[in-house]
């Protein structure tokens, strides 16, 4: 261990006494205890619970404190969840949601960070000012803003759409009169809603990004190949594209995640956990578990399922990272 | 004219970005008859401060106010933020500051530990919580929001710690200061800075969590501010003006801490993707 230590020690240890030498081996070690202590017992252990109690029958909060007996059931949670017509439709809804937010997420976020890059320094820094509005306010009240916007008798899409020529509304939508109009009773329109509230509180962070993506690489390489004629597609995808790869990747990767597991918004718009036909994993697995009757075997095991969905995306955002700290 | 469609664009953004912000604060200022009228006004004619007037001395619930709400969420936030800058900044600077064997393992973990979707820890965190005789508590909250704010706040402040220079520390030494005196008298003030930026972060976590606020407790009277709206606003003739200047409370310090330290989220979690 000494010769460990004298070999990779740092310059500060070197000019302490020996016998301090000995001592700097444990220190760091001791300064991480608390940490690695806080990650083992509020993250890893829940993480390892969650997955055993997955096989488990709990149906009430007396087994979890202890006074009851727990019976295990093995995959029969599982068999269940899979077995149900239902839970295709929670998974579709999750992937669909997922694939169409990080989509729109990253082209109107990429958009916005190139618009950023072109714009001059005021009415860059104006919009960009903008932009954090929009990513600073927290998910709660952003999502309480917007279904304000949709208020079926004072909102301000009601008014527009009531203000559209009566001929042109009726053609278009079969309708008229938008007062009343509940936007989130259709699952397609709740999506929709949701959809605009998600992207608008993730695009500020992809377009941030971008932007410092650009500025980081030179502009003389997209000059050059302005000036030989290339449009702007030609120049992001041939130039641009590719200098910033890696991050694009980490984007791609962190929205998934997030997208993926949609909760606040979701509860918020829907006003609870009520609304089945709009169920996506984190919600479903929440409604099974806490909703009278509770079942939080069940419930675990949907957790487990959105788990190891996101372990495989997770896997890949990792290695991306690594291979850049090599980099670097 | 490409100068004039760019700009064009950017208003466009702009609009986008920020007008639901500007709407909540337009709407907290407006009366209940311009709130509620057939035609909204972009403006309010005639601003008043009676919703804000309304929440803060009125009663939530029998004897609870909004400000009753907004303690809880602070005492919660704040508790969280102390415990964590103590916990991150010993740990970030064993990472920055020494070479050990399973540096790179912890470093590892802190990532892997970030993408832990917590949405699937309520079950098991609920389970420790009942076990622990901490349901209904305060402290459950403080306890989870420290396991989810910390490895953010190392991997953060990793950078801050290793951003001073080893010089000072080691002419410290020499002067025959011990390792408890350089970490007070010379890392501790330069890296306070960085201590700050990373426990804005970890007071956003806190104060915006809504779900397991929502499962852990059930008292009325120590809800936090995010389950007291979600819970007496969530109404079918939701009063919106009482709503949005609620909301306005709730949102204005989240946006004055953030637009100080936004600079480090990017860099903080696209770390290493863009040289330089």
Redesign the interface.
């Known amino acids: 261990m000494t010769t460990l230590t004298e070999a990779t020690g740092t310059s500060a240890a070197r000019e302490t006494p020996a016998r301090r030498r000995r001592r700097v081996d444990r220190l760091p070690y001791l300064l991480l205890l608390p940490c690695l202590a806080v990650i083992a017992v509020l993250l890893l252990w829940p993480l390892g619970q969650v997955v055993m109690m997955s096989f488990y029958k709990l149906d009430s909060v007396r087994q979890l404190r202890g006074d009851r007996e727990w019976p295990w059931v093995g995959l029969a949670n599982y068999a269940q969840i899979l077995g149900d017509p239902f839970f295709r439709t929670v998974l579709r809804n999750t992937v669909l949601f997922a694939v169409a937010n990080v989509a729109l997420t990253m082209i109107l976020g990429t958009l916005v960070g190139l618009l950023l890059n072109r714009l001059g320094r005021k009415m860059a820094t104006f919009v960009a000012s903008c932009v954090m509005l929009a990513w600073a306010t927290p998910a709660l009240t952003g999502t309480i803003v917007w279904k304000w916007i949709f208020d079926d008798t004072s909102g301000l899409v009601t008014w527009l759409f009531n203000k559209l020529p009566d001929g042109l509304s009726t053609t278009l939508f079969g309708r008229s009169d938008w007062t009343g109009y509940g936007w989130f009773n259709d699952p397609l329109l709740f999506f929709a809603i949701l959809t605009l509230v998600v992207v608008w509180h993730s695009f500020p962070f992809i377009a941030v990004s971008v932007l410092a993506g650009l500025k980081s690489v030179p502009s003389e390489l997209q000059e050059a190949a302005r000036v030989d004629g290339a449009g702007p597609w030609r120049v992001f995808w041939s130039v641009t594209f590719p200098m910033l790869r890696p991050v694009f990747g980490i984007l791609v990767v962190l929205s998934t995640i997030w997208d993926f597991k949609v909760f606040t918004q979701q509860f918020v718009l829907a006003g609870g956990t009520q609304d089945r036909p709009t169920f996506m994993l984190s919600i479903y697995s929440y409604a099974e578990a806490f909703s009278p009757p509770p079942k939080y075997g069940l419930g675990s095991a949907i957790a487990v399922i959105l788990t190891l969905i996101l372990l495989v995306v997770t896997g890949v955002y990792v290695r991306m990272v690594l291979r850049q700290e090599d980099e670097s | 004219m490409k100068k004039v469609a760019?700009?064009g664009?950017?208003?466009l953004?702009?609009?986008?970005?920020?007008f639901?912000?500007y709407?909540?604060i337009a709407?907290s200022l407006k009366p209940n008859r311009e709130?509620?009228?057939?035609?909204?006004r972009p403006v309010p004619a005639e601003p008043t401060l009676e919703h804000y007037r309304e929440i803060l001395t009125g009663n939530l619930i029998p004897g609870v106010t909004f400000t009753d709400f907004f303690l809880n969420s602070a005492l919660v936030a704040v508790a969280t933020v102390l415990l964590s800058a103590?916990?991150?900044l010993?740990?970030a600077?064993?990472?920055a500051?020494?070479?050990?064997?399973?540096?790179t393992s912890?470093l590892?973990?802190l990532?892997?530990?970030q993408?832990?979707?917590l949405?699937?820890?309520?079950?098991?965190?609920?389970?420790?919580i009942?076990?622990l005789g901490l349901y209904n508590t305060l402290p459950s909250l403080i306890?989870?929001y420290?396991?989810?704010s910390?490895?953010f706040a190392?991997w953060m402040l990793r950078g801050f710690v290793a951003a001073v220079p080893?010089e000072l520390?080691?002419a410290a030494?020499?002067d025959g200061a011990s390792?408890a005196q350089t970490f007070r008298r010379i890392l501790f003030p330069l890296v306070a800075p960085g201590l700050v930026a990373t426990s804005i972060f970890s007071f956003?976590t806190a104060?915006?969590e809504?779900?397991f606020a929502l499962?852990f407790v059930n008292d009325q009277q120590k809800y936090t501010l995010?389950v007291a709206?979600?819970f007496f606003?969530?109404r079918d003739d939701?009063a919106?003006g009482s709503?949005?200047a609620a909301?306005t409370l709730?949102?204005l310090p989240?946006?004055v801490f953030?637009?100080l330290v936004?600079r480090r989220?990017?860099?903080g979690?696209?770390?290493?993707?863009?040289?330089?």
């Open positions: 760019l700009n664009a950017g208003l953004v702009a609009l986008f970005a920020a639901p912000v709407w909540m709407t709130i509620f009228s057939a035609t909204p103590l916990v991150a010993l740990a600077t064993a990472v500051r020494f070479r050990f064997r399973l540096r912890f590892i973990l990532l892997v530990v993408m832990i979707p949405e699937a820890l309520v079950i098991p965190l609920f389970l420790m009942q076990r306890l989870t420290l396991g989810f910390l490895p190392v080893k520390e080691e030494a020499i390792r956003i104060w915006n809504l779900i499962t995010p709206m979600t606003f969530g939701t919106w709503v949005m909301s709730f949102t989240v946006i953030f637009l936004q989220m990017v860099s979690l696209v770390s290493g993707a863009v040289k330089g």
